[in-house]
């Protein structure tokens, strides 16, 4: 029997440009490119390919030394045009020159009968070196799930509740088949509950509503309720020792391909969204497309942030740059580089504000849609403890004393203030309403690795 928790905390921030649910069409960009920076934790990839060489969608592109098992695999077929490094030779981009008509390297097929007969190794061995593992995150920490570990559970989210956020019941439409078939081969890999969070609020998709073999539970609420991280923690919270996996539903649907199809399908759906799109809606792609295409003629002007994600966890990206591993969308909001004197001082009815003092409007009518732009109103200043990062997290944490823990890297504190339970995601919000404009997110990622290599 599901449970029905019904989240009091959080905030909706309600931004203009939604997507329309039609889809556009396809659109294959020249390049593709795969991103070691879009993976928490690696630090010494191994490059498997040179400029010049030939590539099938699934062929091993790179491996990072700590986890050799766990291959990073090409989305498309193509040639490989560019590797990018940065600082001290860092690896950025590997960029493929895409095939009109891609070419797969081909896995072995199995019905969904077959799944559930299949071992734990060969479910591994075909995951490993497909390209789909990464699909599979650990908490704590946010990485790469270790494919030697035994999870407690494995948790998957069918809704997105950040701002503009795609509709995973449009992104998955048809695909039952497939989301089943990776389930069946989840399954394979704990021992422990597969569970998955639907939204309370809305109608369900068939493709999640009628899984089998899942426990459903269903969230209400204001954003973050469609964190995976939120779901963890009220239905099966992770302490020292634990070990609970995350997979997306598109990652889901990947791995069920895999094993009916044999093929390492990296297609998905994605969608262009906010205030500066001309016309938001809906594209078929493949992971790691040069956004260049979807952008271009769509913009409503030259002064704008483009953003892989969404605009709380998103990451900045040029208009020629690439779509991340993990992200479902393209955010185009206005550039705030400009000097607003005592702009975050300001009452105004223009902006969201979680502060009932700067943002009345969002409250009298919370159905306004506003366009936001990158200024943050001010600069970075003391750390102001004002309660209301606790008023936005509906998890049993206390998000200020978690951050003034990292800051003073107490390892006990960190541990007793739940560091295990979040990751960037569940406290972007704490980010926005934050007076005191910390980067919390990049203050929590650098406490996550301190107790990672503690």
């Known amino acids: 029997m599901s449970k029905v928790i019904k989240l009091r905390k959080g905030f909706n921030i309600n931004l203009a440009g939604k997507a329309e649910k039609r889809l556009a069409g396809d659109i294959i960009p020249e390049t593709f490119a795969l991103k070691p920076t879009d993976f928490h934790g690696i630090k010494r990839p191994k490059l498997l390919v040179n400029e010049g060489d030939t590539v099938k969608a699934g062929t091993p592109i790179l491996y990072d030394r700590k986890m050799e098992s766990v291959m990073f695999t090409a989305p498309v077929s193509g040639e490989v045009v560019e590797v990018k490094r940065g600082a001290k030779r860092k690896l950025l981009e590997i960029k493929i020159l895409a095939d009109k008509e891609i070419v797969y390297e081909t896995f072995p097929k199995k019905s969904v009968s ?3 007969g299949l071992s734990r190794e060969i479910v591994l061995e075909t995951m490993l070196k497909s390209g789909v593992w990464p ?13 030697e570990d035994n ?5 998957i989210s069918s809704f997105d509740t950040h701002p503009l956020a795609p509709d995973y019941d449009f992104l998955v439409k048809g695909q039952e088949k497939y989301f089943q078939a990776g389930i069946e081969v989840l399954r394979q890999l704990t021992t422990g509950a597969i569970n998955l969070g639907v939204n309370a609020d ?14 459903i539970n269903k969230f209400s609420g204001k954003h973050p309720a469609g964190n995976v991280g939120v779901h963890i923690h009220h239905i099966d919270p992770i302490g020292k020792g634990d070990i609970v996996w995350t997979v997306n539903p598109l990652g889901v649907i990947q791995i069920g391909k895999l094993f009916l199809e044999g093929i390492y399908d990296a297609s998905k759906i994605i969608s262009l969204v906010g205030s500066e799109v001309k016309t938001p809606q809906y594209y078929r792609t493949y992971t790691g497309a040069c956004i260049n295409r979807f952008v271009e003629g769509n913009i409503k002007s030259d002064n704008v942030r483009y953003i892989s994600g969404n605009v ?5 990206v040029e208009k020629d740059g690439y779509l991340g591993y993990y992200h479902n969308m393209v955010t185009v909001i206005p550039e705030g580089n400009y000097y607003d004197f005592l702009g975050w001082l300001k009452p105004t009815m223009e902006q969201p504000s979680f502060h009932r003092a700067f943002g009345l409007l969002g409250f009298l009518n919370p159905k306004k849609e506003f366009v936001i732009d990158t200024n943050t109103k001010g600069e970075e200043r003391a750390f102001v403890s004002t309660g209301v990062f606790e008023k936005v997290v509906p998890m049993d944490i206390l998000p200020t004393y978690l951050l003034k823990a990292i800051m003073a890297e107490d390892y006990d504190e960190m541990e007793g203030l739940g560091i295990y339970e979040v990751i960037e995601e569940d406290l ?8 005191s404009k910390h980067d919390v997110q990049a203050i929590l990622r650098e406490g996550l690795t301190l107790m990672q290599n503690s």
Request: glycine share 4%; net charge negative; hydrophobic share 40%.
């Open 114 to 116: 077959d799944i559930a």
């Open 135 to 147: 699909n599979i995150v650990q908490r704590p920490y946010g990485t790469i799930a270790n494919p």
């Open 151 to 155: 999870p407690k559970s494995i948790f």
């Open 202 to 215: 809305a109608e369900v998709s068939p493709v999640f509503s009628q899984a089998k073999n899942v426990t």
């Open 312 to 316: 709380l966890t998103g990451e900045k």
């Open 428 to 435: 972007a919000l704490c980010e926005f309403v934050d007076v």
